[in-house]
Structure formats: C-alpha cells, structure tokens
C-alpha cells in the first residue's frame, strides 16, 4: 500500500509560474484593458467626429514632430533592452553590471520623461491644451477669438518685421469697427489668420516667443485624447523610474544581489508592457 | 533550492536580444518612412495605415514574445493573456458602430422628422 502511494505522481495546485510572475500578468492584463480603454476611445473620436468639412487636425497643426515621437520609441525601445540584460546578467551573477544597466534604464526613462515634458511645454507656449483651442468661433468663443487675436497681431506689428509685421497691421485694420459696424467676422479673421500662419510658418517656428491663435477644429478633443493617453503613459513611466532609483538605492547601500533577480524579472516586465503602450500610441498619435 | 530557481535564466539568449532589439530599431524606421511616403502621396492612406499599424502589432509581439519571456511562459500563462486580448478587441469592435453610423450623416444638416410642423402640440 505504501509502495502504491509512493509511484503517485505529485500534484501542485495553481500553475507553473511563481506567484510574484503571476501576480504582475494579473496586474498587466489590468492595464492592458485600462489602455485600451483609452485608446479605443480614441480610435471612435478620431473617426467618427471628423466631418468632409472639418478634418481631425494633423500633427503640424497641433506642432507635434513626428521625428520627436519617433526618437522617444527608439529610447523605450533602448531601456527595454538595458532592462532584460540586467535580468540576463544578474541570473548570471553578475550583480554589477546588472546594477550599470539599471542606472543606464533609469537614464533612459528620464531622457523619455524629459522629451515629453519639451513637448508639453511646446502644447502650453501654442495654448494647444483642452478647453483653450479656439475650435469654433461662434457666439462668445467668437468674441473671445478677436480679442485674443487682436492683442497677439499688435505685438507681430510692434515687434515683428518684414511681410509679417505688414500682414499683421492690414489685419489689425480689419478688426477696426467701421460706421460701429464690425467688417469681418470672426469665422472670416479665423481663415485669414491661419493662411497668414501657414505662409509664415517657419518664421513662427524660429520666434517662440510671437504666437498666433490658429482655428483649429476638434483641437480641444485632440488635446484632451493627447494629454489624457500621453499623461497616463508617462504617469506609468514614472512609476517604473521609482522603482529603479529603489533599486539603485539599495544597491548603494549593498543590499542589492542576486536574490532580486525575480524581482528584476518581474519589474522588467510592468517595463516592457510601458513600451508597448509606447509602440501603439506613438503611430496612432504622430503618425496615422 | 529557492535561489538557485530565483536566480536561474529562463528567457532567450544574449544574441536574440541584440536581434530584437536591431529588429525593433529597423521597424520604427519602417513606420516612420511609411508615414513619410503617405504624407507625400507615394502610398495611399490605406496602404500607409495598414503598413503603420501591422509594424506596431509585430513590435508588440516581438517584445512579448522574447522581453517578456512569452516564449517560455506561454503555455503557463496564455489562459488568461489571450482573453484579455480577446474583451480588448471586442471593446473597440462594440465601439465601431458609434464611427460606421455616422458616417451616412457626414456633411449633412439634419432634417426634420417627417410630418412635423415644427411646431409642438
């Protein structure tokens, strides 16, 4: 009877991933469903909204460089691999440079973090953000647009020179009540203001610092499905950086060894998934 | 016991690494030349799309499958990964009426219902 029980095989309940591996793919099937939340709200706005009329602006009207979007993918792309060889190293004991690659991943997350913070402040200098993006300007949005444009072309003709500065004061001369009748309307100011900008672009592009309100329709709906899928991407970027400074903390005080292996494992993959995240938002923002 | 587990590679080796990540490089230069000959009329929308969107699935499977170590974990873990993709999909398919119903309606002033007088009762 003994010797039966013995020939049984043995049996482990749950599966054969250890819990920690378990736990995190729990938690990465969360966030997969959270992300596509996200994006396939995106997807229906980005689609459904538009009309023949009125288009879902491009990437150069909200000045978002596709060249800029396409280096930060190469930089996760960089960290993910600075990542899995301090994994690959560590498992091999090799405990310093796992702890070099480490730092070179946090180095890497920051240069992301870094890129998309110029980013952010090139959105606030253009005032692309949700709920200031002069989309319509009818009724008091429209009131609202000449005043704005009315101060923005008083500082072109002060301090701008050449074909600019002229523009600006013909314009300005339009906006001028005549027999305390207004001579062009909001809409009318808008199309004009965007031909000017257009013909003038690059030397926008070299003075930061002169700024014209361009009509752009859907501009606050891209800015609110930009800043909202962006910020939760870069949010959890950061959390994964916390984790890495953790790291290197206690490897500085020399409580970082080989038994953290798992746990470099594991927080490689919440860093990889980041990266993903990346690799659908980059095209589906900058470049479709 | 424990260590030596904790502290055993199961994922692929140093080279495929090195091969991912050259891969990965190769097709985020692809997506961005795709997008380059779209805006400049060498490829249709479509094409430009289809293009875009199957270089991001592949990258996303090709750092799954050898970052994430899905190529050993797979049969352990694909019982709940796999659903999760599938609610995913469906999330957005579920979603897709709200673009194809609109689209009859695009540049169209909406019209009054047949026989109303425009005025209510």
Redesign the interface.
Known sequence: MAHAVEDEPILHMGVAVSHGKLAVWIFLATEIMFFTGLIGTYIVLRNGTPTTQERWPTPEQVHLKEWIGAFNTFVLICSSVTVVLAHYVMAKGRVGQAVAYVGVTLALGCVFLAVKAVEYKSKYDHAILPGHVFDRVEGQRGIDYLNTIKHQLTHLAEQASGAVASESRELLALLELKDGRAQITPAQVGQRVNEMYEKNKEFFEEHSDMHLATVIPFGNLWASCYFAMTGFHALHVLGGLVVFVIMLIMAAIGRFGVQHTSMLELVGLYWHFVDIVWIFLFPLLYLV | MT?AH????H?PA?TA??VV?GA??IF??I??V??FAERHGYLTVGM??AI??A??VV??VL??T????LIV?WG??YY??FP??I??AM??VV??P??VL?WPH??QVPSPPVGSSGAHD
């Open positions: 260590q904790n502290t055993e590679h994922g140093f690494y090195m990540f990965l490089s985020t230069a997506s961005f795709a997008n430009g799309f875009i969107l270089v991001a990258k996303a750092v799954g050898y970052f994430m170590h974990d352990k873990l709940f990964i999760t993709f609610l995913g999330f957005i979603l897709l709200d673009i609109g695009v540049g």
